[in-house]
T-cell receptor, first 119, second 112 residues
Framework: EAGVAQSPRYKIIEKRQSVAFWCNPISGHATLYWYQQILGQGPKLLIQFQNNGVVDDSQLPKDRFSAERLKGVDSTLKIQPAKLEDSAVYLC?????????????????FGEGSRLTVL | AQSVSQHNHHVILSEAASLELGCNYSYGGTVNLFWYVQYPGQHLQLLLKYFSGDPLVKGIKGFEAEFIKSKFSFNLRKPSVQWSDTAEYFCAVNGDFNKFYFGSGTKLNVKP
């Protein structure tokens, strides 16, 4: 099966500019995650979608970050305006849904990531 | 809130040495536990996972991990590392509502 697709792989912008990242999860995966991974740190959850609804965006800096998953399939993460501290790899991951009535024991599948450098 | 601690940030081993990477989590409920690996230039991949049953789980490439509930730990082990195991290793916890939390990672360098 095809994996999680992300684009662009690399992006260099100046501070105060805007940028958008795109993610297409594995077909049929209802849950989609965006993580931020700063160099030397582990992935930090930014936002989690279940189909086209937001489950958790408590760590998303909403004054500059936004994300959407309008049709419950692919998703876009936008940063506007970017700051120097936004330099990071933005990871998209997806997870299959559990069978009705059972606990979900599935893992996350990750894309290659989008590396953002803000100058 | 859930959190994950990985205490070894950078480990250097010679080939054939044994490996143990520590992972502790904080969460009072039922958890699923995972180890992911990121080889240089590649995306995060699953090494192994625990969700129930035998607390000793085996993964790919000879890795295993042991879940010790009383210690809130899920340490990763490999009896004999190879140069190709050079990578960064992340422990992750999944508790409520499909949420996943990751540790800060351990960079492993295996010297040939």
């Amino acid at each position: 099966e095809a994996g999680v697709a992300q684009s662009p792989r690399y992006k260099i912008i100046e501070k105060r500019q805007s940028v958008a990242f795109w993610c297409n999860p594995i077909s049929g995966h209802a849950t989609l995650y965006w993580y931020q991974q700063i160099l030397g740190q582990g992935p930090k959850l930014l936002i989690q979608f279940q189909n086209n609804g937001v489950v958790d965006d408590s760590q998303l800096p909403k004054d500059r970050f936004s994300a959407e998953r309008l049709k419950g399939v692919d998703s876009t993460l936008k940063i506007q305006p970017a700051k120097l501290e936004d330099s990071a790899v933005y990871l998209c991951a997806s997870r299959r849904s559990a069978t009705s009535g059972t606990a979900n024991t599935g893992e996350l599948f990750f894309g290659e990531g989008s590396r953002l450098t803000v100058l | 809130a859930q959190s994950v601690s990985q205490h070894n940030h950078h480990v250097i081993l010679s080939e054939a040495a044994s490996l143990e990477l520590g992972c502790n989590y904080s969460y009072g409920g039922t958890v699923n536990l995972f180890w992911y690996v990121q080889y240089p230039g590649q995306h995060l991949q699953l090494l192994l996972k625990y969700f129930s049953g035998d607390p000793l789980v085996k993964g790919i490439k000879g890795f295993e991990a042991e879940f010790i509930k009383s210690k809130f730990s899920f340490n990763l082990r490999k009896p004999s590392v190879q140069w190709s195991d050079t990578a960064e290793y992340f422990c992750a916890v999944n508790g409520d509502f499909n949420k996943f939390y990751f540790g800060s990672g351990t960079k492993l360098n295996v010297k040939p």
